[in-house]
């Protein structure tokens, strides 16, 4: 019962606000998405963005639009890995655009559609989530709110790759879930403005 996710006044006010700032942020980065794409193209074989299937809100799947970062061959076998420090699947441009966190700027449009909000916990991918959720218990108790393109555990936890790191995150999407406020939404912000300008962790 402390998981209410009966706040209709937040509610609506977060929709609004996740519906303004992803066109904002399509309008005013799209050029640079743009030049981006171009560049992924020239560098490796494969196309310029990727889809990916991963867990929303109460556990229905969607596919997420990224910006490639990997070879196009990264994942040949079909299984779910995670993504290593010094990851060799990762280009040279996939490295910069991964610190920058320019990689995750397509996943606006799927802000703007509502599959996912700007702030909430990140959205995994199936194979992970069947695992994680019969090791941990409550995991799927963050599914409750909209995963988001940045989060409460992302701004305090470093990029996660294993289960250890995955229960650590696990209770700051927890917090979120159970606190969230347009505050804090906005703090997390904030918070990921100077993670950008200022990157640690980023794989």
């Known amino acids: 019962d402390g998981f209410s996710s009966g706040r209709r006044l937040s509610t609506a006010f977060k929709r609004?606000?996740?519906i303004f700032l992803s066109f904002l942020l399509l309008a005013l980065t799209g050029p640079i998405i743009i030049l981006f794409a171009v560049l992924i193209k020239l560098e490796s074989r494969g196309g310029s963005f990727f889809?990916?299937?991963?867990?929303g809100l109460y556990g229905q799947t969607f596919s997420i639009l990224k910006l490639r970062s990997m070879r196009a061959d990264a994942e040949?076998?079909?299984?779910?890995?995670?993504?290593a420090e010094n990851?060799?699947?990762?280009?040279?441009?996939g490295s910069f655009i991964r610190k920058v966190r320019i990689d995750e700027l397509p996943q606006a449009w799927s802000v703007l559609k509502g599959e996912?909000?700007?702030v909430g916990p990140r959205p995994e991918r199936p194979q992970f989530v069947d695992d994680l959720q019969t090791k941990m218990p409550f995991y799927a108790e963050r599914h409750i709110v909209k995963p988001g393109i940045t989060g409460?555990?992302?701004v305090n936890y470093p990029y996660g790759a294993s289960t250890e790191d995955a229960r650590h995150k696990l209770e700051y999407d927890l917090y979120y879930a159970k606190n969230y406020t347009p505050f804090l939404d906005l703090l997390i912000i904030l918070q990921t403005i100077r993670v950008v300008l200022w990157p640690v962790g980023a794989r």
């Open 116 to 118: 996912m909000s700007f």
């Open 51 to 55: 889809k990916q299937e991963r867990v």
């Open 87 to 93: 990851d060799p699947r990762v280009t040279r441009i």
């Open 76 to 83: 040949a076998g079909g299984k779910a890995i995670w993504a």
């Open 16 to 18: 609004g606000f996740d």
């Open 152 to 154: 409460w555990a992302q």
